[in-house]
């Protein structure tokens, strides 16, 4: 399969389209969340105190990554789909689980931060999410490396695998989750591109298949041919093929048996009208 642009029809378009726009918005939520990470671990007073403007910005990063997440997820699905392969499509379901635990997560903290005592739920949710998470992109990357071949673009397909391995086994860890997150940036870029050049069998290709399809079944339908048809047939058959015809094509093109062609083409050739070799 060669690597050249996206080769989809409309309706996987939609669905790799989800994958790009999830893998984009990962990217701000992924620096949001490093740069508060940063900020926590420089102050862990900020952390605990949890200012107005700190815990906007963490609801805001949250809510982008659990976007990201749910797109990113469709487009999985939509890739398992695509090239009949059961494991993008498993990865996407456990993203969209993450991605549905996340929303609630970002409900309940939104509302703990008039009602407190809501926090606390939200955050033992939000880890169950972030597992989830992880989980979710070690499966993408293990379902990028076993597609490699069929997406193109091998070692770019392994290389997005890799990291996107690695980053799910941060993110599970919950304590350097943050590590996770760094190496979701390159991530993101890197899976963006390929769901962008994900193709199976181009539409020009179809089309030919499909147009070949009909005219061998209108061949088949024509009406029995008398010999000196046939005879006419083959002939102007070969005129057009100066140079050199397929016994089988020629008998599909016609809707004959090979075995009337290679009779009409002896009997030209005893008579000087046709010459092999």
Do not use: Q
């Not at 996340?102 to 809501?118: D, E, K, N, T």
């Not at 606390?120 to 293990?142: H, P, R, S, Y």
């Not at 181009?202 to 088949?220: C, Q, T, Y």
């Amino acid at each position: 399969m060669s690597a050249n642009g996206p080769c989809f029809g409309s309706g996987e378009m939609g669905g790799l389209k989800s994958g790009v726009s999830g893998c984009v918005l990962l990217l701000p939520a992924s620096f949001m969340t490093l740069i508060l990470t940063i900020l926590g671990m420089a102050n862990p007073a900020l952390v605990v105190a949890s200012p107005l403007w700190y815990s906007i910005t963490e609801m805001v990063a949250s809510i982008l990554i659990v976007i990201g997440i749910l797109l990113v997820s469709i487009g999985a699905m939509k890739l398992g789909t695509y090239y009949k392969n059961a494991l993008p499509k498993v990865a996407g379901i456990i993203g969209l689980v993450a991605g549905i635990i996340g929303i609630v997560s970002s409900i309940l903290g939104l509302i703990g931060l008039f009602a407190p005592v809501l926090t606390g739920i939200a955050g033992i949710i939000g880890i169950v999410m972030w597992i989830l998470m992880g989980v979710f992109l070690i499966l993408l990357g293990v379902a990028f490396i076993v597609l490699r071949g069929e997406i193109g673009y091998s070692g770019l397909s392994l290389g997005t695998g890799i990291m996107s391995i690695i980053a799910g086994a941060m993110t599970c860890s919950i304590f350097i989750s943050f590590v996770g997150i760094a190496i979701l940036v390159p991530t993101a870029v890197c899976a963006a591109y390929l769901f962008t050049k994900a193709k199976g069998i181009p539409e020009e290709e179809a089309k030919k298949s499909k147009k070949l399809v009909v005219r061998l079944a209108e061949a088949r339908a024509k009406k029995p041919m008398k010999p000196e048809e046939i005879e006419d047939e083959v002939y102007k058959y070969v005129r057009k093929h100066p140079g050199g015809i397929d016994v089988a094509e020629c008998a599909d093109s016609l809707g004959i048996s090979e075995k009337d062609v290679e009779k009409v083409v002896n009997a030209l050739v005893k008579r000087g009208k046709l010459e092999i070799g």
